[in-house]
């Protein structure tokens, strides 16, 4: 199993562009979610899905859109690039309904906005 | 909403001694408690995790520990090495929720 793959691995945009960020899980997770982690801040939730179709806002949620049409993939949308985005960005996933399980990060995403 | 406290946010150990790193939850109703340690670079990995209906947990030099009624958990290396040094993230997940809420981290550093 790949795990959690994400693409690009880096990105620089200029402001006010838009771009996607892919995630994928090949481990039938029902469970994924996006991060982001800025210096002295941990990482803070953006969006999550608990399935195909299903998708829900997490602590820092404007700017950026989610849609989860598979189980596998789930990419976040950047809809116009702001310097404040300059970021670490994570997918993880976790296994399906019932308790929560491990989450399983990707290898992140290194966004510059300039 | 939800919200995590993690202290210290940096702590310096000489190697071979024992490291504590404290968090605080709000939301009583959390049932998941893991730790996850990120080397530089890279992504955060597991390193244990605790449920709320089990007061301790051992995985070898690593223990974690959960006071419900406090609504605090701690993270405990024992005989620290080099490797250990890394920045440490607690969680938590909250009851009938499937989020993690991230503590800010610990940067850990273990001096030879």
């Known amino acids: 199993n790949a795990g959690v793959t994400q693409t690009p691995k880096f990105q620089v945009l200029k402001t006010g562009q838009s771009m996607t960020l892919q995630c994928a899980q090949d481990?039938?997770?029902?469970?994924m979610s996006w991060y982001r982690q800025d210096p002295g801040m941990g990482l803070r939730l953006i969006h999550y899905?608990?399935?195909?179709?299903?998708?829900d806002q997490g602590e820092v949620p404007n700017g950026y859109n989610v849609s989860r049409s598979t189980t596998e993939d789930f990419p976040l949308r950047l809809l116009s690039a702001a310097p404040s985005q300059t970021s670490v960005y994570f997918c993880?996933?976790?296994?399906?309904?019932?308790?929560?399980?491990?989450?399983?990060f990707g290898p992140g995403t290194r966004l510059t906005v300039t | 909403g939800e919200n995590v406290e993690q202290h210290p946010s940096t702590l310096s150990v000489q190697e071979g001694d024992s490291a504590v790193i404290k968090c605080t939850y709000s939301?009583?109703?959390?049932?998941?408690f893991p730790w996850y340690k990120q080397e530089l670079g890279k992504r955060p990995q597991l390193i244990i995790d605790?449920?709320?209906?089990?007061g301790e947990k051992k995985d070898q030099r690593i223990a974690v520990t959960l006071n419900k009624t406090a609504k605090h958990f701690s993270l405990h290396i024992t005989e620290t090495q080099p490797e250990d040094s890394a920045v440490y993230f607690c969680?938590?997940?909250?009851?009938?929720?499937?989020?993690?809420?991230f503590g800010t981290g610990t940067r850990l550093k273990v001096l030879a």
């Open positions: 899905s608990v399935g195909a179709g299903i998708t």
């Open positions: 969680a938590a997940t909250p009851s009938g929720t499937y989020k993690y809420i």
């Open positions: 481990m039938n997770h029902e469970y």
């Open positions: 993880a996933s976790s296994s399906d309904r019932g308790a929560p399980y491990e989450q399983y």
């Open positions: 605790i449920r709320s209906n089990v």
């Open positions: 939301d009583s109703a959390s049932n998941y």
